[in-house]
Antibody
Framework: EVRLLESGGGWVQPGGSLRLSCAAS????????MGWVRQTPGKGLEWVST??????????HYADSVRGRFTITRDDSKNTLFLQMNGLRVDDTAIYFC???????????????WGRGTLVTVSS | QSVLTQPPSVSGAPGQRVTISCTGS?????????VHWYQHLPGTAPQLLIY???NRPSGVPDRFSGSKSDTSASLAITGLQADDEAEYYC???????????FGGGTKLTVL
């Protein structure tokens, strides 16, 4: 069974940092691009970041709202995806989902499997 | 304001048909990037309903169908059931933003 399990969420003050992790199982992690999506309270889904798989695993993409503050990485030896979040703001408060991509050309990629999310609360 | 525009809510009686629109522009849907659709219930993982405009993953009932034309796409649900009540989102890629964009979401209420 394909599974994604997020962890690392919690409460942090504005300006603080958190590192989210996503443990993957049930599929060949290194063969797939991965991403993070968030859902803010009372609002919809927002794409956050994407990392390609090998041989382009150094290629990343970020939403304008997080570029320069968040960093996405992956450890294929541990089947784990990460999101380092620095300079957190109140409006970063959200449930953060880890998701696996499928598709042909990257502009047509889509998320076929999602985790259940981890809650990040940024508040003073 | 989402780049992809969806109606905030739609409703229908059990057994009826409803459609949810997703309107974009020349930098996303109109650029011939694929549209994908998700169903989301609070507290759960979003579920893929339609990929590549009109394809259903295995396990998704054929009551769900997708279409795309010019700068818009639509999700149709026939034979409405009570457990179809959820939030629905479209997803595509936007070349101006160099990233993926979701619609604002549509709350489906089964009357």
């Amino acid at each position: 069974e394909v599974r994604l399990l997020e962890s690392g969420g919690g409460w942090v003050q504005p300006g603080g940092s958190l590192r989210l992790s996503c443990a993957a199982s049930g599929f060949m992690f290194r063969d797939y691009a991965m991403g993070w999506v968030r859902q803010t309270p009372g609002k919809g889904l927002e794409w956050v970041s994407t990392i390609h798989n090998d041989p382009d695993a150094g290629t990343t993409h970020y939403a304008d709202s997080v570029r320069g503050r968040f960093t996405i990485t992956r450890d294929d030896s541990k089947n784990t995806l990460f999101l380092q979040m620095n300079g957190l703001r109140v409006d970063d408060t959200a449930i953060y989902f880890c998701a696996k991509y499928r598709g042909e050309t990257y502009q047509n990629w889509y998320f076929d499997v999602w985790g259940r999310g981890t809650l990040v609360t940024v508040s003073s | 304001q989402s780049v992809l525009t969806q109606p905030p809510s739609v409703s229908g009686a059990p057994g009826q048909r409803v459609t949810i629109s997703c309107t974009g522009s020349s930098s996303n849907i109109g650029a011939d990037f694929a549209v994908h659709w998700y169903q989301h219930l609070p507290g759960t993982a979003p579920q893929l309903l339609i990929y590549d405009n009109n394809n259903r993953p295995s396990g998704v009932p054929d009551r769900f169908s997708g279409s795309k034309s010019d700068t818009s796409a639509s999700l149709a649900i026939t034979g409405l059931q009570a457990d179809d009540e959820a939030e629905y989102y479209c997803l595509s890629y936007d070349s101006s933003l160099s990233g993926w964009v979701f619609g604002g979401g549509t709350k489906l209420t089964v009357l």
